[in-house]
């Protein structure tokens, strides 16, 4: 991987579609962002946000985002993806199937290769 990458994304919290007069006029609408590509990189901000002391910890984060704590968890567990894994979750085009829940088995192994088979193996076989 070279180089770093800064993606930013806005999030809306707030429950239920936006109205028509909410939408961006950029040309943008027909364009959707992956969940789990928002989730990534809402996983990547909150860690920064952790890591320079913005937010105490994670059971904050919970609570602000009015989450359990288990499910902040689960969502802070992305950043253990391999980087290159995670650059591709927020770069690639959506792909059936992929979501949080099923890359739960992926996070849980430490080594980074072997995320990396495990990862080309689930995409190869989506696509």
Known sequence: MSGNIEVTYAVDFRAGKPSNRERPDDGSIGTSIPRIARLMALAIRFEGLVQDQTIRDYAELARLGRVTRARMTQIM???????????????????????????????????????????????????
Do not use: Y
């Open 77 to 127: 567990k992305l950043v253990d993806l391999a980087p290159d894994i995670q650059e591709q979750i927020l770069l690639l085009p959506p792909i059936n199937g992929l979501n949080e829940r099923n890359l739960r088995r992926i996070v849980s192994r430490i080594d980074w290769s072997e995320q990396r088979r495990m990862f080309r193996k689930f995409t190869d076989r989506s696509a």
